[in-house]
């Protein structure tokens, strides 16, 4: 079984910073691309930032280019998100999402975190 576990969400003020974290957890043999989603209010989900697994190779959202920063630590199957700047358009609820492989030969699989609150206040 697998789990990915956030931290770090909450409410700031705009200009404010936050650092989210990723950990997963669990059966895990591979982890792939790790990447950042968030959700508006009555909308799909919308790719933040990602980043493939030698972390040198990650995308931006248009909208967060240049104030957001997203990371990896493979040895504690970990990814991060600096997010500073912040603007109060980036409330949105914030999901981790990970592509694992549990077990040698199988195939790579979605998987997400529950999700946290990020609110910026003007």
């Known amino acids: 079984q697998v789990q990915l576990v956030e931290s770090g969400g909450g409410s700031v003020q705009a200009g404010g910073s936050l650092n989210l974290s990723c950990v997963v957890s669990?059966?895990?043999?591979?982890?792939?691309?790790m990447g950042w989603y968030r959700q508006f209010p009555g909308k799909g989900r919308d790719l933040v930032a990602d980043?493939?697994?030698?972390?040198?190779?990650?995308n931006y959202a248009d909208a967060v280019k240049d104030r957001f920063t997203i990371s990896r630590d493979n040895s504690k199957n970990s990814t991060f998100l600096q997010m500073r700047a912040l603007k109060p358009e980036d409330t949105a609820v914030y999901f981790c999402?990970?592509?694992?492989?549990?077990?040698?030969?199988?195939?790579?699989?979605?998987?997400w975190g529950q999700g946290m609150q990020v609110t910026v206040s003007s």
């Open positions: 999402n990970a592509e694992i492989r549990a077990a040698r030969g199988v195939p790579m699989i979605d998987y």
């Open positions: 669990g059966d895990i043999f591979s982890i792939n691309r």
């Open positions: 980043i493939h697994r030698g972390g040198h190779l990650a």
